[in-house]
């Protein structure tokens, strides 16, 4: 055989393995367990981390104060900084809208060894604390909740024993650039972070979704959340550990009734998004890089260029084993990605455009590199974090 069909085989066999081997996790069935209302629901603090917000505020803010929670609940919004009028937008929405009580606050810049929105939820959780709640909704300011969605998590949570529960919300998918590079987006975590295996009684693999972080503040007090984690950019993953660490429980899945209200119409909004995190996803570490994208190129990229060689090789009719191997890899890859695409409500056109997903992904990771060496780190909302660290081992 050709290098370029022994290649293409080896894609395949990693295909077949990512197919049945790595957790399932291609499917989008890991929705909220089993839950039952409790006699007495407890009592919870929300606490949302804004800076520079007011474009999202007016549609995810109303969505918390109208929470129709049985039990005590209110919302503690920190103000981290905003030059937009977000705190006092806060204010006004809450005299409009009524519902659950809100307390704005402001935590000022963050302390040498703090990320951005540790600090901030730092500073909120220390203010939810002083009312002593049994559970605390860590949830992103750009994230829409039904009224409904504070009882299902809190329902989960009491019914399973979990001290964490996190759902990754569904994101906004409008544009063309959103359709073909979001879903990917949540398809790769799933593949990184299958969801079966983090939700096993006995899994060692953990991560949670940082926009809805339902969790016990008993936990996050013995896991020391967030003072454990504070330099960490992916900070829901470094949440995610420290909790299994602690002994907790964790649960992740995907959202039915979340969702992320944030507009990414551009490239280059999704881009910055991938790439201000991505290298310290690989804590910074060339060698993972460079792993990285050679795994990325054998996965992703194999399969179509062996078709190519299989139709249009120097050899007429092309290189056939090649050619024939590389279609089923990709077949196989379109077949997995389908479920997700689904679940986005999008055409199943998109699954053969999959290896072109993976080579921006693929550019976004070696750019976040190349912007880390530059000393630019990672950077949002106007703070950039130039040697940030990874979240830490499991």
């Not at 013995?222 to 993953?237: G, L, M, N």
């Amino acid at each position: 055989m050709s290098t370029i069909a022994w290649i293409a085989a080896g894609s395949l066999a990693a295909w077949l393995w990512l197919l049945l081997g790595q957790g399932f996790f291609w499917r989008t069935d890991q929705r909220l367990p089993r839950r039952a209302a409790p006699r007495s629901w407890p009592s919870v603090v929300i606490v949302v981390p804004a800076r520079d917000e007011a474009g999202v505020l007016p549609e995810s803010l109303p969505s918390l104060l109208r929470q129709s929670y049985p039990g005590d609940a209110e919302v503690i919004l920190v103000d981290d900084g905003s030059t937009d009028g977000t705190g006092e937008l806060a204010r006004k929405l809450s005299e409009q809208y009524g519902g659950l009580p809100l307390t704005v606050t402001s935590p000022g810049e963050p302390e040498a060894g703090w990320t951005g929105k540790l600090w901030a939820l730092r500073h909120g959780i220390a203010l939810a604390r002083t009312r002593r709640p049994e559970y605390l909704l860590l949830t992103d300011a750009d994230i829409a909740h039904e009224p409904d969605s504070l009882c299902e998590l809190v329902a989960a949570a009491g019914t399973n024993g979990l001290d964490l529960v996190s759902q990754m919300a569904r994101l906004r998918v409008a544009t063309a650039w959103e359709r073909l590079v979001v879903p990917a987006f949540v398809y790769f975590f799933a593949q990184l972070y299958p969801f079966r295996r983090i939700n096993g009684k006995r899994a060692r693999a953990t991560a949670a979704a940082g926009g809805c972080m339902l969790l016990r503040t008993e936990t996050a007090e013995r896991a020391a959340i967030p003072e454990s984690v504070r330099q960490s950019v992916i900070d829901d993953v470094a949440v995610a550990r420290a909790v299994r660490r602690a002994g907790g429980r964790v649960w992740l899945g995907l959202a039915e009734r979340v969702d992320s209200i944030r507009p990414y119409p551009r490239l280059a909004d999704l881009w910055r998004m991938v790439s201000r995190s991505a290298y310290a996803q690989l804590r910074h570490n060339p060698l993972l890089l460079a792993g990285t994208v050679a795994g990325l190129a054998m996965v992703y990229l194999a399969p179509p260029v062996a078709v190519c060689a299989g139709l249009f090789g120097p050899d007429a009719p092309g290189d056939a084993v090649a050619g024939w191997t590389g279609f089923v890899a990709w077949a196989v890859m379109a077949g997995t990605y389908v479920p997700m695409l689904r679940y986005y409500r999008q055409t199943l056109w998109l699954a053969p455009l999959l290896p072109f997903t993976a080579l921006l992904y693929l550019l976004m990771t070696v750019d976040s590199a190349v912007q880390h060496y530059r000393g630019r780190g990672a950077a949002w909302k106007g703070r950039t974090y130039a040697r940030p660290e990874a979240a830490p081992d499991r």
